[in-house]
């Protein structure tokens, strides 16, 4: 497998003073961390980053020790600290940024918990951690901050991603601040509305492209190629260098006394690939002495990562893809084979959940006053299927991943409390009435009323 091939050749940190570096994990080149393209110029395998241990004043390699305490100097004190949660991870991140860094600030999300989500899940301590408090509602801002800041560093002019809606949201928002054109590839008719609109605000040039999110990708890719355009996908190996810090930040969250899982939500992959860089590189500094278990969910209409993973990873499977939780509408991932790394590196598991999963997940974290888009309660169903299956155990310790804001799919939302033909009965339809207080007192009676027809659990 090509990412094993890398893995021998690179260790997971370089040694200390050794510039950072970008390696192919298909034919083994390097490239400085300069180096402009986002794929490998001899063979368009994918690239991977390497940096070296962080060093002291005296040029010495820091310890774990050392560096937790200078992460959380860095936590968003002045003058030293940083308001972003992707930069003050920065000497693990991209160590040469300088003056380039383009920031919103990012990161700082909450770690949550709901004891109406761990009953639901069956695990005492659960913790929730929302992405979806990042400046454009999802945890495609922590990729975006340090993707763009690349783009600036080699002089791009022009940005480009294909996007299921939440990269093309942070992509454009980036892209705005950065000051460069930004171009993006969204499959016509199946982008949540939340998510469109903000793309449009941002200022991206937004084309709607006749055809899936794979085949967005693929175009997307040619015409970056062509028209010399900057990709900014996950493939770039500078998003996944920012998406590392959801588990920086969450560990340190917990002290550093690693959970027993992470669990998210995986559709392209890049998230996947990202956790489990993150947990090799915590494990090579010394910030964590035992490594989490992965487990990455999908929808089963989409599938295809948890076919290979039920295949052993023999085979490479591909899926068209159908979902109503567009966010992970993916039938051919990119990053699959980083991601085959990730969860053989953590004893991972992959599996899927049901649309119908999935939206009972979302009701219970909406419910709960956390909310949450679709997608992102994949990672809850998720972890209550392992609870169900005996493979997590209700004394475990997990973190679970929301990966994006409730606003962003507001058409789902319309949905599923308002259309009486939507699976299941509405939730919670909002009611019309006269302007008068005798009318709200009708429905007051009349909730009370089903309340007490309603027999105790
Ligand atoms: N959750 C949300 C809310 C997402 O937007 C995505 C991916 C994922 C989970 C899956 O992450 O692709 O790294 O496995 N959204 C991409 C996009 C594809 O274009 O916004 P992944």
């Not at 920065?90 to 989500?117: F, H, K």
């Not at 903000?198 to 999110?213: E, I, K």
Request: hydrophobic fraction near 45%; include cysteine; charged fraction near 15%.
């Amino acid at each position: 497998m090509s990412a094993s091939m890398s893995r021998s050749r690179w260790p997971d940190v370089l040694p200390v003073g050794r510039p950072s570096i970008q390696c192919c994990a298909s034919c083994g080149a390097e490239y400085p961390d300069l180096h402009a393209s986002p794929q490998c110029d001899a063979c368009g395998g994918l690239l991977e980053v390497r940096h070296a241990v962080p060093a002291d004043a005296f040029a010495a390699p820091v310890d774990g020790i050392a560096l937790r305490a200078s992460f959380a100097n860095h936590c968003c004190a002045r003058p030293v600290g940083h308001a972003s949660g992707v930069w003050r991870f920065q000497s693990v991140v991209m160590p040469t940024a300088g003056d380039a860094i383009v920031s919103w600030p990012e990161g700082n999300t909450a770690l949550l918990q709901r004891r109406a989500l761990s009953q639901y899940v069956g695990v005492d301590a659960l913790w929730v951690k929302h992405e979806g408090m990042n400046p454009t509602g999802s945890f495609k801002d922590r990729g975006m901050t340090v993707g763009t800041t690349q783009a600036v560093r080699v002089g791009a002019s022009a940005v480009a991603c294909a996007s299921t809606g939440n990269t093309s949201a942070a992509l454009a928002a980036y892209a705005a601040q950065a000051g460069l054109p930004a171009l993006v590839f969204v499959p016509a008719g199946q982008v949540a509305l939340g998510k469109l609109t903000q793309t449009l605000s941002y200022g991206a040039r937004t084309l709607l492209v006749r055809g899936d999110f794979d085949d967005c990708l693929r175009l997307v890719q040619d015409a970056a190629r062509e028209l010399g355009i900057y990709l900014l996908n996950s493939i770039n190996p500078w998003r996944l260098e920012g998406q590392k810090t959801i588990v920086f930040e969450l560990l340190q969250q917990l002290g550093w006394d690693a959970p027993d899982w992470i669990v998210l939500p995986a559709g392209n992959l890049g998230n996947t690939a990202a956790f489990g860089k993150a947990l090799r590189e915590a494990k090579a500094l010394g910030l964590i002495n035992r490594v989490p278990r992965l487990a990455s969910v999908q929808a089963s209409g989409a599938a295809p990562f948890a076919a290979s993973f039920a295949d052993g990873f023999r085979t490479r499977t591909r899926v068209q893809a159908e979902t109503l939780a567009t966010a992970i509408r993916i039938g051919d991932p990119a990053s699959h084979d980083r991601a085959v790394d990730a969860i053989t590196f953590t004893d991972g598991m992959v599996l899927s959940v049901t649309d119908a999963e999935i939206l009972a997940a979302k009701r219970v974290i909406d419910a709960a006053g956390v909310g949450c888009e679709p997608a992102s309660a994949a990672s809850i169903a998720g972890a209550r299927a392992l609870v169900h299956n005996g493979v997590m155990r209700s004394g475990d310790r997990v973190v679970a991943v929301l990966t994006g804001h409730v606003l962003k799919d507001p058409g789902i939302l319309v949905r599923m409390h308002q259309d009486a033909a939507f699976p299941e009965a509405p939730a919670n339809a909002p009611i019309e009435i006269d302007a008068s207080v005798s009318a709200v007192a009708a429905v007051l009676a009349a909730d009370a009323r089903s309340r007490s027809t309603v027999s105790p659990p």
